[in-house]
Nanobody, 128 residues
Framework: QVQLAESGGGLVQAGGSLRLSCAAS????????TGWFRQAPGKDREFVAA????????YYGNSVKGRFTISRDRAKNTVSLQMNSLKPEDTAVYYC?????????????????????WGQGTQVTVSS
């Protein structure tokens, strides 16, 4: 059983930056890829970024490419999401989640339904 806990959300002005962290515990996290998703009120959960624990391969949603960077720290069992040039439309609850590596490498990293474990979410609000 993998437990995930997000931190680092908050209120920021447009153009600013925030760094989210996802701390993983329990289970064997190296068997999973880790993804970030976000959900704004009244909208579907949207894929943001993903990374595996075993390679440097990363993936990004089109709306965040060039602005967000996902990274991991194996020693600390954390995955971070550096968010720059934030826009009001980035306002959402951000979740980290774990997907089995087989599904991750098969290209299913963008599909929320493929993820087995989820954190509780952290609110990011970008003011205009």
């Amino acid at each position: 059983q993998v437990q995930l806990a997000e931190s680092g959300g908050g209120l920021v002005q447009a153009g600013g930056s925030l760094r989210l962290s996802c701390a993983a515990s329990g289970g064997t996290i190296s068997r999973y890829g880790t993804g970030w998703f976000r959900q704004a009120p009244g909208k579907d959960r949207e894929f943001v970024a993903a990374i595996s624990w075993t390679s440097d391969t990363t993936y990004y949603g089109n709306s965040v490419k060039g602005r967000f960077t996902i990274s991991r720290d194996r020693a600390k069992n954390t995955v971070s999401l550096q968010m720059n040039s934030l826009k009001p439309e980035d306002t959402a609850v951000y979740y980290c989640a774990a997907i089995p590596l087989g599904l991750y490498y098969s290209g299913r990293y963008y599909a929320a339904a493929q993820y087995d474990y989820w954190g509780q979410g952290t609110q990011v609000t970008v003011s205009s």
